[in-house]
């Protein structure tokens, strides 16, 4: 088992920025490959990116491409997603999610376990 808890949501203006963080604990958190996913009210929860369990290799959604950065801290045990010029369709719950699998990261099928989220609103 892995328990994975997000932190660092908020409530920020467009144009800024938030620190996303997710704390694992319980099994080996480097085995894992590390995702962000979000969930906007009415709608599916959607890919915005990944990371291999070293690190080496980074995956984003396109929305995000440029915008966000995904990094992880396997002595902490802790995944991180920087998130600028955030925009009001950025608006969500974000959940990180672990994953034992090699590829298919931008699916929530390949991901063994998630957190319970944190909400990001963004305002105009």
């Known amino acids: 088992q892995v328990q994975l808890v997000e932190s660092g949501g908020g409530l920020v203006q467009a144009g800024d920025s938030l620190r996303l963080s997710c704390a694992a604990s319980?099994?080996?958190?480097?085995?894992?490959?590390m995702g962000w996913f979000r969930q906007a009210p009415g709608k599916e929860r959607e890919f915005v990116a990944a990371i291999t369990w070293s690190g080496r290799s980074t995956y984003y959604a396109d929305s995000v491409k440029g915008r966000f950065t995904i990094s992880r801290d396997n002595a902490i045990r802790t995944v991180y997603l920087q998130m600028n010029s955030l925009k009001p369709e950025d608006t969500a719950v974000y959940y990180c999610a672990a994953s034992q699998f090699d590829g298919g990261y931008t699916s929530v099928l390949t991901y063994n376990y998630w957190g319970p989220g944190t909400q990001v609103t963004v305002s105009t």
């Open positions: 319980g099994r080996t958190f480097s085995n894992y490959a």
